[in-house]
């Protein structure tokens, strides 16, 4: 049985380019045209990198062309300073590698997405916290002390649920009325897997469609509904119940194929069976119930921590190495 056909019974949307890369060559046994993958091994993490080079590939992994950047590594849930720093600076590079300045004279919006009353979906505010605003400096003390610094404005604009308003419209006001160079919005994903939750980390140039891991599809923010380049930083926070429940049989099922009795049983296991049983169990929440781990107060507050000192090594020139130092 197929991992996608699986996925498309039960309507989930894969928010990791990496993961949907992964199944998709995993099933074709191959390469994947329209697709490349880089790789970069570091001391405390893994750099992949999904370039999604057409049409043709965007239309196969189900997104849109762009360079999709996933850091992996088990730091992000240790309380150890120094790895976090070390960490931080992996990740500015990759920010750096990713960021479409013209000079350091560029502006930035950075945006946090989410709602700060849901610990899962919090990451976003938490980043905005977290970040050194810089542009109500300029023009307003010597020149002197911001030199090195970019002008820098972040918010936390909520969730339709509590403004009332589409994110991206209040995104697109602000844009508007600032004229930032570059935007760049941080947000909570779903992921596939559930080890990939405290441990990856993923940067695109494509912008984001907040909400569709979790099937509350929002308007796009990105290049073409702003009018400047959108970057995105996602970090998984929840899987879909229903992914951990066809693990769950779909290891089980591999158990039955070794056991000739049960073999021909295995083969009745097909995707429309799987997605009844799975709704069954998880009735009367079926697509809408999402797991997260105990910990994820922690893995928030390091993660939040972590994007916040990459962002301000990336952002500003002059920035000093005790990034941490200069934090909220």
Known sequence: MKKSEIYREL??????????????????????????????NYDLAKVKIVNVLDPRGAAQIGKAPGKYITIESDVLGINNKAHHQELSEIIAEQFKKILPFKSDQDSVLIVGLGNWNATPDALGPKVVGKTMATRHLH?????????????????APGVLGITGIETAEIIK?????????????????AAGDVHRIGTNIQIADTGINPGSGVGNKRAAINQ????????????????????????????????????????????EMNPPMLKMIIDQVLQPYSHN?????????DLIENTAKIIAMALSSALHPAMPEEVANYLH
């Open 173 to 189: 006001g602000i844009v508007e009325k600032t004229t930032p160079d570059v935007v760049i919005v941080i947000d909570a994903l």
């Open 289 to 297: 119930l999402m797991v997260t781990p105990k910990e994820i107060d």
């Open 224 to 267: 073409e509904t702003l009018g400047v380049p959108v970057i995105a930083v996602g970090v998984p926070t929840v899987v879909h119940a229903g992914v951990i429940a066809n693990d769950i049989i779909q290891s089980f099922v591999e158990k039955m194929r070794t056991r000739p009795p049960l073999t021909d049983l295995s083969k």
């Open 139 to 155: 023009g307003r003390v010597p020149e002197e002390l911001t030199n090195g610094l970019r002008s820098v404005s972040a918010i």
């Open 11 to 40: 309507g989930i949307n894969l928010d990791m380019a990496l993961e949907a890369h992964n199944i998709l060559r995993g099933e074709a046994g191959r390469e994947i045209s329209g697709i490349s993958l880089d790789e970069e």
